[in-house]
């Protein structure tokens, strides 16, 4: 079964810096999706970013990007320009391209409390 | 525009009652359906999920149940609640086919006394 690991339980960040939170994952499988959810503390998971594993270049959404690293099984997330409404918990999630049975389950990390110091 | 609606949002129920918790989705058909729980600080854990009208899928074998009656209705339930219980649920669904993630519901937070 997949797992996904993140290392890191607590980061902080001055206000308007950047930081770089951890992912791990451990897969026998080629193709596959990664995902960063969001969830502030009004505990609404949101998406932040997603990547396909068969693409080589690395995923950006404005202020958001990650460092895909196929071989090493890492999948880092980038948040430059840091923001107070960026504190949140993250969760890193891996997904199977395969259909079983028509479902893409989702297995998440541990997740990473970022911490916005002003 | 798909939404996802998930109620109650909170709720305080005694040992051995009853509980259903329950999600819809508008604005889109035969999505797949999921349920996770979340411990206090504590990633997602799959519970249940559902492709069909149904069609239940159950993760982890446990005091839950789930039912799907209606096409874009997804029923968290129990006959007789533990303390175990207690925790934070979210309701997400998916499109099938795509790989867009997952919307999540706005979460159920479920406290057994």
């Known amino acids: 079964a997949q797992t996904v690991t993140q290392s890191q339980p607590e980061m902080s960040v001055q206000e308007a810096e950047t930081v770089t939170l951890s992912c791990t994952y451990d897969?026998?499988?080629?193709?596959?999706?990664l995902f960063w959810y969001k969830q502030p503390p009004s505990r609404q998971m949101i998406l932040v970013i997603r990547q396909e594993a068969y693409k080589q270049q690395n995923a950006t959404e404005n202020r958001f990007s990650v460092n895909f690293q196929k071989a090493a099984k890492s999948f880092s997330l980038k948040i430059s320009d840091s923001q107070l409404g960026d504190a949140a918990m993250y969760f890193c999630?891996?997904?199977?391209?395969?259909?079983?049975?028509?479902?893409?389950?989702?297995?998440f990390g541990q997740g990473t409390r970022l911490t916005i110091n002003p | 525009s798909q939404t996802i609606h998930q109620w109650p949002a909170t709720l305080v129920q005694p040992v051995g009652s009853p509980l259903s918790l329950e999600c819809t989705v508008e604005g889109t058909s035969n999505p797949n359906l999921y349920w996770y729980r979340q411990a206090a600080g504590r990633g997602l854990q799959l519970l249940f999920y559902?492709?069909?009208?149904?069609?239940i899928s159950s993760e982890v074998p446990q005091n839950l149940s789930a039912s799907r009656p209606q096409d874009r209705q997804f029923i968290l339930s129990s006959k007789k609640l533990l303390l175990s219980d207690s925790s934070f649920y979210l309701c997400?669904?998916?499109?099938?086919?795509?790989?867009?993630?997952?919307?999540f519901g706005s979460g159920t937070r479920l406290t057994v006394v």
């Open positions: 997400a669904w998916s499109v099938p086919g795509r790989d867009y993630g997952y919307t």
């Open positions: 999630a891996y997904r199977s391209a395969a259909q079983i049975q028509g479902a893409q389950k989702l297995v």
């Open positions: 559902s492709v069909g009208i149904g069609q």
């Open positions: 897969t026998s499988e080629s193709d596959y999706y």
